[in-house]
């Protein structure tokens, strides 16, 4: 007997809400870090000029001082920096800080970000294929990475190579009364199924 639809549909979405999770903390794995440091470095400095000649500019005016030519363009300047900073490499400050901000918090760099992938499952495991009574037992060929459990249950299956690294990974979702079923929903790609995937170590020690 089938499970009522809205169970059903509770597990999608909750395979849905995670594919966006594993896709959003592999663009920030990816995230080029020194490049961001360097943007918001230069934006920020820029934006000190500003403020800085700014708050000048109006203590003078304030002061009821004539001679503010020079400060006034020293602050036209920096204002114009600024402009030009925006319009080159705005765009590109903006895409890395997305990228790199998980749950509202800025990551500081891909180790973090590896170390947050690394403790989001509930348990990580590998098996074995078939083998003949008596023959050694074979290297682990697949592993599971178990992301939720019960009802919705998540999880991610996968093939190892014969070095031990993932070579083909895919999710799968469960509800109660339902068996496990193939997530292929928006949200994440085959390739950062695997990025999220190859931060974990499935070898033996």
């Not at 169970?7 to 961001?36: F, P, T």
């Amino acid at each position: 007997m089938n499970a009522p639809q809205e169970k059903i549909d509770h597990a999608r979405q909750n395979a849905q809400g995670w594919a966006q999770s594993i896709a959003s903390m592999v663009a920030a794995l990816e995230c080029d870090y020194d490049r961001l440091t360097d943007l918001k470095d230069e934006h920020e400095s820029l934006v000190h000029d500003v403020d800085n000649l700014g708050g000048k500019l109006e203590a003078e005016r304030k002061a009821g001082r004539i001679d503010q030519v020079e400060l006034q363009g020293e602050y036209d300047d920096a204002v114009t920096a600024l402009d030009a900073f925006k319009l080159d490499s705005g765009d590109e400050l903006r895409e890395l800080t997305e990228a790199a901000t998980l749950d509202g918090d800025l990551q500081e760099n891909a180790d973090d970000v590896r170390e947050r992938i690394q403790e989001s499952p509930l348990s990580v495991q590998v098996r074995s294929g078939w083998y003949s009574p008596g023959e050694q037992e074979q290297p682990a060929d697949e592993f599971e990475i178990l992301l939720t459990t019960g009802g919705p249950a998540l999880r991610i299956r996968g093939k190892l190579s014969e070095h031990g690294e993932p070579e083909r990974a895919w999710l799968e979702y469960q509800d109660w009364g339902t068996g496990w079923t193939e997530y292929h929903g928006e949200g994440l790609e085959h390739s950062s199924l695997m990025t999220f995937c190859q931060c974990f170590y499935f070898g033996e020690g």
